[in-house]
């Protein structure tokens, strides 16, 4: 079975530009979450989605923006690209429900590398 | 807001030693993840404890969870080289999210 797909892998940017990046979750997955992770540190969360509804938004500003589509996958939208922008954003899927904790580990795809010149 | 700490933040070890890698949380929660990233890889889920006293095992790692101290331990045993990575305790919060530590970057030296 394929496990969550990240497009693209790497990408550069320069200071202002927008991104999008893509996200498709393992199959049967209806839950989506995004995490940046900046060398060095660990996963800091972004958002994540549950059948196309946001349920839960983490402390980065509105410049971040995410949505999920009918069949799972997910976009992440990053707008007036900043230099601390540079980071691996990872996507991660779950077969959590709609249950206030979802009492199973994420599936992490291999990330998109962005780097803002 | 929830600070989840890891120690040691590097850990340099020989093949063959016991050790033990610490996470410490600040707020009630009994739900915690301990996962694996090799350098410019993903992550990969190693364990879900989700109890007061949960105790997971696989191969050379032991993961367990004491909620009253908010405290998780990953234990190595006999420590081999494929075991070097960063190990990431993450904790699950109400609503389903997730506050993971800064990682422990784990060298397994022959």
């Known amino acids: 079975d394929a496990g969550v797909t990240q497009s693209p892998t790497h990408l550069i940017k320069t200071r202002g530009q927008h991104v999008t990046l893509r996200c498709s979750p393992i199959s049967g997955h209806k839950s989506v979450s995004w995490y940046q992770q900046v060398l060095g540190q660990g996963p800091q969360f972004i958002f994540q989605y549950y059948e196309k509804e946001e349920r839960g938004r983490g402390n980065f500003p509105d410049r971040f923006s995410a949505r999920q589509f009918p069949n799972y996958s997910s976009e992440l939208n990053v707008n007036a690209l900043l230099l601390g922008d540079s980071a691996l954003y990872l996507c991660?899927?779950?077969?959590?429900?709609?249950?206030?904790?979802?009492?199973?580990?994420?599936?992490f795809g291999d990330g998109t590398r962005l780097s803002i010149l | 807001e929830l600070k989840v700490e890891q120690n040691p933040l590097f850990l340099s070890m020989q093949e063959g030693k016991n050790y033990t890698i610490y996470c410490n949380y600040s707020?009630?929660?009994?739900?915690l993840y301990w996962y694996r990233q090799d350098p410019g890889k993903s992550l990969e889920s190693l364990f879900v404890l989700l109890s007061n006293g949960a105790v997971k095992q696989e191969g050379r790692l032991m993961a367990s969870l004491d909620t009253k101290a908010r405290l998780s331990t990953l234990h190595i045993t006999a420590a081999v080289h494929d075991l070097s990575a960063t190990y990431f305790c993450a904790v699950e919060l109400y609503g389903q999210n997730f506050v993971f530590g800064p990682g422990t970057r784990l060298s397994v030296l022959p």
């Open positions: 707020t009630t929660s009994d739900r």
């Open positions: 991660a899927s779950s077969l959590s429900d709609r249950g206030t904790y979802s009492n199973q580990p994420q599936h």
